[in-house]
């Protein structure tokens, strides 16, 4: 298995991949003749690159050709395929995006048919988002069968070549010695890293300096990538984090962050996807056409 040091930044000189099929490229071909305004604002998603989530639970053999699909597809315009695997069990304390596995066995075997769906080549996953910073639900024998579905997915995406980055929350959740022993715990020795601010609205400035912070009581080797999707103006009052009103898009996806732990900045929510059945929203990962076209229209501003 290659080391952290070896494979380096996985994203120096990588091509990032936007879909010309996504949510956001449709509404702006829906929209160009009756909303013109609209459909120029929403061309800041459509033309922008973003990971793509790979939800559970279904079979291990329907995530492997699901993923080989879009890697696929990914590969074959040059650019680097990021991925987000999100199926654990018990995902998300049974909140807005509950779900997953039905139990770590049929976890392991959606982690193989995902790792086998990526194959050989370049290719970045973000790990079950949310998945350490909610430990606390679950009993402490649930924890630790979580640290080790973790680590055994580190393994088994890191055995193919794969530049994995746990998830590790965000500033305002946990303090960084804390997250850097479930890190630790979760195999980050062996990965490349992990990720912040996934699905939420951080200012950048903060999720770097705490990424910093983390990687330092981590032993100093971890690197991250932050999530810059939609804190474009930072958290709503009150730091809510389901279809706050009044975001903006980020900046677009880059390698060039300004800090030698952050490989970089990446849309990994789907700006324009619900939060959940909150603030007006659809359910959990559906897209919500008028939300997007506020993310969108306020970043210009």
Not at 42 to 64: E, K, M
Not at 196 to 212: I, K, M, P, Q
């Amino acid at each position: 298995m290659l080391s952290r040091t070896q494979t380096g930044n996985p994203f120096a000189g990588a091509r990032f991949y936007v879909d010309p099929g996504s949510a956001a490229a449709a509404a702006v071909g829906r929209l160009r003749g009756s909303l013109p305004a609209s459909a120029d604002a929403l061309s800041r998603i459509a033309n922008t690159s973003h990971a793509d989530w790979f939800v559970g639970p279904v079979t291990a053999g329907g995530v492997q050709s699901a993923v080989a699909g879009r890697v696929a597809r990914i590969r074959a315009t040059g650019a680097l395929p990021v991925l987000v695997a999100y199926a654990i069990p018990n995902r998300d304390c049974g909140g807005y995006s509950g779900g997953g596995a039905s139990s770590p066995a049929a976890y392991r075997s959606w982690i193989s048919g995902f790792a086998a769906g990526i194959g050989r080549g370049p290719a970045t996953v973000i790990l079950e988002p949310d998945a350490l910073s909610q430990l606390d639900c679950l009993p402490a024998a649930d924890r630790q069968t979580r640290y080790g579905l973790l680590s055994d997915a580190v393994d088994a995406l890191g055995g193919i070549g794969v530049s994995v980055y746990l998830d590790a929350g965000n500033a305002g959740w946990h303090d960084a010695a804390e997250m850097a022993t479930r890190l630790r715990a979760a195999g980050v020795d062996r990965a490349r890293g992990f990720a912040l601010n996934v699905s939420n609205f951080d200012e950048t400035a903060d999720e770097r300096a705490y990424g910093d912070a983390v990687s330092a009581a981590a032993g100093g080797m971890p690197h991250f990538v932050i999530d810059t999707s939609r804190n474009g103006l930072g958290p709503a009052p009150g730091s809510v984090w389901c279809n706050p009103p009044g975001r903006a898009l980020g900046v677009g996806p880059t390698a060039d962050t300004g800090d030698p732990r952050a490989d970089a900045l990446l849309w990994i929510k789907i700006p324009g996807e619900s939060d959940g059945t909150c603030n007006g929203g659809p359910p959990a990962g559906q897209w919500w056409l008028d939300y997007a076209i506020g993310l969108a229209v306020r970043a210009a501003a």
